[in-house]
């Protein structure tokens, strides 16, 4: 009995590291059309008895104004281009931080979010945690950085039910996300924090402090060499 529960366990270990280093070899090319979180999100509208929101557009990084890798750069993961998928300075001052009662952002790096959000499902448990770097591993080996921007870019939560750069600066600025200007493409970069909070047009005075801060550090970023 024991044998045949170690066999299978080790038949759906290697079914899941085939099946999970397939779909990272696709993507690495294929547009992702959905995430766990977009499906989570609908469920979440639907069991509260509103109707679903879903905007979503995949574009290419060329699509892409190279103001908002920057903004997200200087909010999110400063350096995004120098690490190898993981920040531990970031990591071990989050967790100091976290333990005196202070939240800081800026613990996970652009590729964990990539991973999580691409892969994964929402939530806090070691086992996700464990999976997350295993993700992000393999995207950091099989995407690179350029790839891993485009599709954070085009998948991450940019407002309420709004996903993506395009839809972002369609749906805040009423542009193409080629045009985004810096102080734009800061704005819709100090909210992912909390993008179903906050506003990226329109903003609080707290918003406007954060643009004005991720403005700062951009003008430090020189071109994006990935």
């Known amino acids: 009995m024991i044998r045949k529960i170690s066999r299978w366990i080790w038949k759906a270990m290697l079914w899941f590291f085939g099946l999970s280093i397939l779909s990272v070899i696709i993507f690495k090319w294929v547009p992702i059309p959905f995430t766990p979180l977009m499906i989570t999100r609908i469920i979440e509208f639907k069991l509260d008895g509103n109707d679903a929101i879903y905007s979503h ?6 699509a892409i104004s190279p103001n908002l890798p920057k903004a997200v750069i200087a909010s ?3 350096n995004f281009l120098k690490h190898s998928g993981f920040d531990f300075k970031a990591m071990q001052k989050a967790f100091k931080n976290n333990n005196k009662g202070r939240r800081l952002k800026g613990g996970s790096t652009i590729s964990q979010q990539t991973a999580k959000n691409v892969f994964l499902w929402q939530g806090r448990s ?3 945690k ?3 770097a295993y993700f992000t591993v393999l995207i950091e080996l099989i995407w690179g950085k350029e790839r891993i921007m485009e599709v954070y870019l085009n998948s991450i939560e940019m407002g309420n039910g709004v996903y ?5 600066a369609r749906i805040w600025y009423r542009k193409e996300a080629i045009n ?4 734009e493409s800061a704005g819709i970069a100090a909210i992912l924090p909390n993008p179903r909070k906050y506003k990226a047009s329109n903003s609080s005075s707290y918003i ?3 643009k004005d801060k991720i403005m700062r550090v951009m003008r430090h970023i020189g071109k994006i060499e990935y």
């Open 126 to 128: 070691y086992i996700r």
């Open 130 to 132: 464990g999976l997350e």
């Open 208 to 210: 406007e402090k954060r």
């Open 180 to 183: 985004l200007n810096p102080r």
């Open 57 to 62: 557009k995949w574009v290419p990084l060329e």
């Open 76 to 78: 999110e993961d400063g």
């Open 164 to 168: 993506g750069a395009q839809e972002a």
